[in-house]
């Protein structure tokens, strides 16, 4: 099945900071989200981006699906944008999303 | 408010019980799924279904079943045979059956062996 791997697995900064996560999936994809799971376990949407580039305040995310990737980018980082940030993908077929492992971010005062 | 209902939050299973995790959905979805999550981990599929009355197998569906008798819900046993059922439970949805449209998720149930 496809495979996806995200970098880093974590990563701490200073509030204020900007960040890029980072995606590779293995195989072509027709479905990429980008999720923010809070310390309560919910998974919020933030991008559906199978392809192009899409901008959300300050998030915004990129995906070139030719090259098996996307980023998210988090500028301005405040301490509510932590938590851990996972990349889905759907490979094709009727199954379900296949995750990564997540990157677990960490924002200080 | 539409969106996926998951119940229970928490929930304790005995040894050799089967349990029931409810999850219900407004959002007049045909696609339904349940995940598992480990700690540290990503999510792994466990059971989908695209339509009433029909679901399949997943990545790690051994010692789980699921039912589909009306669209709006999807509910899985752990069954006594799974033998390590301590994990974090997400359900989710989405309007299509390919997937090329958005899965929707609810808030979860952490499922504890006692």
């Known amino acids: 099945g496809i495979q996806v791997e995200q970098s880093p697995p974590d990563l701490i900064l200073q509030e204020g900071a900007n960040s890029t996560l980072r995606c590779n999936f293995s195989d072509s994809v027709n479905n990429l989200q980008w999720f923010h799971q809070n310390p309560w376990g919910q998974l919020i949407n933030l991008f559906y981006i199978p392809s192009g580039t899409k901008q959300n305040g300050r998030l915004s995310a990129t995906t070139v699906a030719t090259e098996r990737y996307s980023l998210l980018y988090i500028s301005s980082s405040q301490t509510t944008d932590s938590g851990v940030y996972f990349c889905a993908v759907w490979g094709g077929g009727a199954d379900g999303l296949t995750f990564g492992k997540g990157t677990h971010l960490i924002i200080q005062p | 408010d539409g969106g996926i209902t998951q119940s229970p939050k928490y929930l304790f299973r005995k040894e050799g019980q089967n349990v029931t995790l409810s999850c219900e959905q407004n959002?007049?979805?045909?696609?339904m799924y349940w995940y598992r999550q480990d700690p540290g981990q990503g999510l792994r599929l466990i059971y989908y279904s695209q339509i009433v009355n029909d679901f399949q197998k997943g990545d790690i569906a051994e010692g789980y079943s699921v039912s589909r008798e009306k669209k709006e819900s999807f509910p899985l046993t752990v069954t006594s045979a799974q033998k390590n059922p301590t994990a974090f439970y997400l359900c989710a949805s989405s309007s299509d059956r390919v997937g090329g449209v958005i899965q929707y998720f609810g808030a979860g149930t952490r499922l504890s062996v006692l």
């Open positions: 959002l007049n979805h045909d696609a």
